[in-house]
């Protein structure tokens, strides 16, 4: 049997595994669990092999299983963070009820990824693609948090998306007579105009409701905060990936090969719209989760910006953020959770002072957040980098300066998120948190580990992606392992930059530390300069409601609206028009037979305009 | 100009001149700010004295690692910027890590320094560094937009991204920035008190209301440690703008009458203003300084 079916097969058994294991008992349970983040991984990089095809028929459809280099690519996103986030889902959900469901819907949404990745077809994508949005869907309600706003939401945000993806498959069908992506991609250019756009759109309005691009994001904050983190990683990580995988061969495959480019370039737009309302919605954040989430389309936007364009560098940048941000948010969800867990809430103004509670997590989130920010010698700046270079490049100034204004208004949330968790007075309340277990810090600390060596030696990343790359068109792209070179030939030597801030951290280390610091002792954070009055134990502080309350005044008028009121009002406006519906559709069947009639006149009255005969 | 012995001396005499120069300039600014205000104020030498105070001071308490480490990125960022940014434009010692960075590089190793000093400024859990760093974030929002605009201006109208580049365009062509570009020059100039944190944009530190904010917690080692690095940044982001819109320098000389003449233009500003709040700062550099901003990317672009 071929090994893309066996991987596949492998995924649901242990799905099932871990569903019976669960429900005879817990430990049997995680055992299967834990075996399925070891074996899955370790049989997709040692066993699976990419240059294999598997085809079969069904109902007269042909489907065709089997990798390229541009699925690999993301397949690598998946098969990395998952099993990190499985092993960190043991000690996330160790005290939690219907944990089988769980790990089920859990196994069954990287079934449906990994499906996606292989499927050379639209039957299967779009099979798969089902598989992976009802998993997340059972996940998104499974704390039953919320359920009629955000559950619903979510459904039928997905349910639209898929109507678009399926609209444009049959449309695709009719035209070509073939379920293949290839057939597609390689008769598009004979299609008609009006085929070409709607084909393009309605694919391209599916991708992007999963990577949440404005207008289409709403259900993304609600959905990311209220999962349980222990999946949202995977979910902000990896499976709002699929999104841009799909945009990214719609958007190069198509329109830049079709001569198309000013739709991608509506796309980037987009994307830059989004990476600011969002960025700014985040800052206004009080709970981590929802910062986080909003911070997560902010970070889309990046991404889409950069595959919509479709140049090189920029596709390059937009495939290297995705990974990374696949990397840090990862992380950050994680750390947001083991904060919940450890310390029973995630809201910024409660939660105060955890740094010396939990030191492993703060390290993986700062570390986390450095990259998120872009900063130098971390992951993060080589895909920032990329992207404003290649915005630059292509003289694209005005989005460079949207791109620029979010990241630069990113510090703010990112500042926010540490301060509100892990820094502030220590308080009473929180004095007996301890850190979460080591099957919760390790998967961080491995994540922030590779953001740490990213810094300095991108080329790990860029080797994948290159090849991801010839996929698209693009072959021979230029990498090199730690240097970035723009089209205009200018250049960052990273190994310079790690080494000079390296060189100057140590030796001012050294001093500061030399002869000082052991001598002094620690001190409470009550314990601070504060005018002559005394602060007692009981007494908080901590700056952290209306954080960025002047910043608030100065984006008000911005802020006021709300996408939200307008998809109410849509709602609204539909159900207005349904009851209008209902008058002709009486339900008496006298009147719908008489509508056939009118139709068939209709039909052949107007036959000469419709059909053409 | 082999040898890895020249480039650790040039290293060094890089940084021991930034400090120099920097610290000078802060006694003037101290000195021509208490003339304004009919005081004689204290002699121009008075903050080396203050930094050699400040490092025999002992510090007894700490909050923790964060707090240990905050000055320590200050001072990495401040030093390691100045390593990037050419000095002299054709120097024997002051070439250092020229050629290994550009402009976007530059802008984003420039916040490394705040940003750490913001997280170590929070674990001491004084609520004036909270507010101090909440202040200064947002105003950094606020100058970097009509910033960023004037580089990309620049970066557009000349096709490189390098100071290098730049500087090399500027000989070549005979002329400084601020005249071939002058709306970029504009923008980056009124965006520039922002950056000194002077009044008055002051409201980070804001002496009278938040007993000088974030750096409130700290003394000792770690003041001084800050107090060089203040004036190494100083003096990084003057030799920026002379490279960028005046040309660069040749010699030491030209280096500090041109740095120099720059850096009255936040002082005196500042001597003679109150205070902005924080959200009057950001409105202010959303307004004509983007507007400027705006005119220049237009003018590059067409």
Do not use: C
Request: aromatic share 16%; net charge neutral.
């Amino acid at each position: 049997m071929s090994s893309l079916v066996i991987l596949i097969l492998i995924i649901a058994g242990f799905a099932l595994l871990s569903y019976f294991g669960h429900s005879i008992n817990k430990t049997a349970g995680n055992i299967a669990v834990f075996a399925a983040a070891v074996l899955i991984p370790l049989y997709w990089f040692t066993r699976v092999d990419f240059s294999e095809t598997v085809s079969f028929t069904i109902s007269g459809f042909q489907m065709e299983l089997g990798y390229n280099m541009y699925g690999k690519l993301f397949s690598l996103i998946v098969m990395i963070l998952s099993p990190l986030a499985l092993i960190y889902a043991l000690g996330y959900m160790k005290d939690s009820k219907r944990t089988g469901t769980f790990y089920f819907s859990f196994l069954f949404s990287i079934l449906g990824m990994t499906g996606i990745l292989m499927s050379r077809d639209f039957i299967s994508l779009f099979i798969f693609w089902e598989i992976m949005t009802w998993s997340s869907y059972l996940l998104v309600i499974f704390l039953g948090k919320d359920v009629e706003k955000t559950g619903i939401r979510y459904m039928v945000f997905s349910a639209l998306g898929a109507y678009a993806m399926f609209m444009a498959i049959v449309i695709i069908h009719r035209n070509t007579g073939s379920m293949m992506l290839n057939d597609y991609f390689n008769a598009f250019g004979n299609f008609s105009t009006g085929t070409k756009f709607l084909t393009g759109i309605l694919l391209m309005f599916g991708f992007a409701l999963k990577s949440a691009v404005m207008p289409v994001h709403v259900w993304a904050p609600g959905a990311y905060s209220n999962t349980p983190m222990a999946y949202t990683s995977v979910f902000s990580g990896a499976l709002s990936k699929m999104g841009v995988y799909g945009l990214g061969f719609v958007v190069i495959n198509l329109f830049a090969h079709a001569n198309l480019h000013f739709a991608g370039t509506i796309l980037a737009w987009l994307g830059a719209v989004t990476a600011v309302l969002a960025t700014f919605s985040a800052i206004f954040q009080d709970d981590a989760k929802k910062l986080l989430a909003y911070s997560s389309i902010a970070q889309l936007g990046y991404i889409v910006t950069g595959i919509g364009i479709g140049t090189e560098l920029s596709i390059f940048a937009g495939l290297y953020l995705a990974v990374l941000h696949a990397a840090f948010k990862g992380v950050l969800f994680m750390a947001a959770g083991a904060v919940e867990r450890q310390a029973g809430s995630t809201d910024m103004t409660e939660v105060t002072g955890l740094i010396r509670k939990m030191p492993l997590t703060f390290f993986a989130s700062l570390v986390a957040i450095i990259a998120l920010a872009g900063v130098p010698p971390l992951g993060g700046f080589v895909g920032k980098w990329m992207l404003y270079e290649s915005l630059i490049n292509n003289g694209n100034f005005l989005m460079v300066i949207m791109i620029f204004l979010s990241s630069t208004a990113a510090f703010l949330y990112s500042y926010k998120f540490l301060f509100g968790l892990f820094l502030g007075q220590e308080e009473p309340e929180f004095e007996n948190v301890k850190e979460a277990s080591p099957l919760m810090t390790i998967p961080m600390l491995l994540l922030s580990v590779f953001l740490m060596i990213t810094g300095s030696f991108p080329g790990i990343v860029f080797k994948y992606i290159a090849e991801g790359m010839t996929d698209l068109g693009f072959h021979d792209v230029n990498w090199q392992m730690s240097v970035l070179t723009n089209a205009w030939g200018d250049s960052v030597n990273l190994q310079h930059v790690t080494l000079s801030i390296g060189v100057v951290f140590v030796v001012f280390l050294i001093f500061l530390t030399w002869k000082g610091y052991k001598k002094t002792y620690y001190v409470s954070t009550k314990d601070i300069s504060s005018s002559g009055e005394v602060i007692k134990p009981e007494d908080n502080m901590t700056y952290s409601t209306d954080f960025y309350k002047p910043f608030e005044r100065v984006l008000h008028p911005i802020l006021k609206r709300k996408i939200e009121k307008y998809y109410d009002e849509f709602g609204e406006g539909i159900g207005a028009l349904f009851d209008f519906m209902r008058r002709i559709y009486t339900g008496n069947g006298q009147t719908y037979a008489f509508y056939v009639i009118v139709f068939l006149v209709i039909l052949l009255v107007f036959s000469k305009n419709i059909f053409g005969y | 100009m082999e040898g890895i012995g020249y480039k650790i001396l040039g290293a060094l005499l890089t940084t021991l001149l930034a400090f120099t120069v920097g610290m000078f300039y802060a006694g003037f600014r101290r000195k021509i700010i208490a003339r304004i205000q009919n005081r004689v104020g204290p002699p121009v030498y008075q903050n080396f004295l203050d930094v050699l105070k400040l490092l025999s001071k002992k510090t007894s308490v700490n909050h923790g690692i964060m707090q240990h480490l905050a000055p320590l990125w200050l001072i990495t960022m401040s030093v390691s910027t100045l390593m990037f940014i050419p000095v002299l434009k054709d120097g024997l010692f002051f070439t250092n890590l020229n050629f290994s960075g550009d402009l976007i590089f530059l802008l984003y190793i420039m916040v490394f320094g705040p940003l750490g000093m913001a997280l170590g400024a929070g674990q001491t859990g004084n609520p004036n560094s909270a507010i101090g760093v909440s202040r200064g974030l947002t105003q950094m929002v606020g100058f970097e937009i009509p910033w960023i605009m004037a580089i990309v201006a620049l970066m557009i109208q000349y096709k490189t991204t390098s100071v290098t580049g730049l500087l090399d365009i500027q000989s070549q062509n005979g002329t400084w920035m601020m005249f071939s570009s002058p709306l970029a020059f504009i923008a980056a100039l009124l965006a520039m008190p922002g950056m000194f944190r002077y009044a008055p944009f002051d409201i980070v530190g804001a002496p009278a209301e938040l007993a000088s904010g974030p750096i409130s917690e700290f003394g000792g080692k770690y003041l001084s440690t800050m107090m060089t690095s203040g004036s190494i940044f100083a003096f990084v982001k003057l030799t920026l703008y002379v490279d960028l819109f005046m040309g660069g320098a040749s010699n030491l000389i030209e280096l500090v009458i041109k740095t120099f003449a720059l850096y009255m233009y936040p002082v005196l500003w500042g001597a003679v203003s109150p205070r902005f709040r924080t959200e009057q700062a950001v409105r202010y550099f959303w307004g004509w300084p983007l507007f400027f901003g705006f005119a220049a990317l237009i003018y590059a672009a067409f």
